[in-house]
């Protein structure tokens, strides 16, 4: 799928939503299936479960089927999901993770986090490799593309946070 360079968030998630389809059903990669202005060709790739109860060295949609379907069922739902959320969501993390120096890319949306990666064999091609989401402000739910839990460097409560705990005297003389 060759995408335009001006696309509209619409059309993207019908494209994302098309790609995704086709992705599950044919167990196969979808090269181009969404653009960004602010990120460029994002790649759906079909990967592997990973082994295990934790899914271990699994990666790609399968994956984030997988471990979804395990924890409450809804893994192709969650697939769909992240279309939205890559049409939609800002980017709110640019990084590497643990001992991997491969750039990571994350994108935040209405409770659901998109981890892209850049492809090693083309330029400037990201990869849906991952996703989180926090169920409330203080316990989050993650999977990552090495499949081996949290790598995130995400904050893990949008809430501010007090500077003391209830209790300790708050004042200053």
């Known amino acids: 799928m060759e995408h335009k360079k001006a696309v509209s968030v619409e059309e993207n ?3 994302g939503k098309k790609a995704m389809d086709r ?25 592997t479960p ?5 899914f271990k060295h699994g990666y790609g949609v399968s994956h984030i089927i997988a471990k979804r379907d395990a924890e409450n069922g809804r893994g192709i739902e969650t697939a769909h999901k992240l279309v939205e959320v890559i049409a939609k969501g800002e980017v709110c993390g640019k990084n590497t993770m643990g001992n991997n120096t491969q750039p990571r890319m994350l ?3 209405d409770g ?9 064999g083309k330029k400037n091609t990201w990869l849906l490799s991952g996703w989180e989401t926090y169920k409330s ?3 989050k739910e ?14 893990t409560s949008d809430a501010p946070m007090r500077s003391r705990r209830v209790g300790d005297d708050a004042s200053l003389s």
């Open 13 to 15: 998630i019908a494209d």
């Open 23 to 47: 992705v599950i059903a044919e167990q196969t990669d979808a090269h181009n299936a969404m653009y960004r202005k602010d990120v460029g060709e994002i790649d759906f790739v079909w990967g």
């Open 50 to 54: 990973g082994t295990g109860e934790k």
């Open 107 to 109: 994108i935040s949306y």
């Open 112 to 120: 659901y986090v998109a981890l892209l990666s850049l492809s090693d």
């Open 137 to 139: 402000m203080n316990k």
């Open 142 to 155: 993650a999977s990552s593309a090495n499949g081996e839990g949290d790598g995130s460097t995400v904050a």
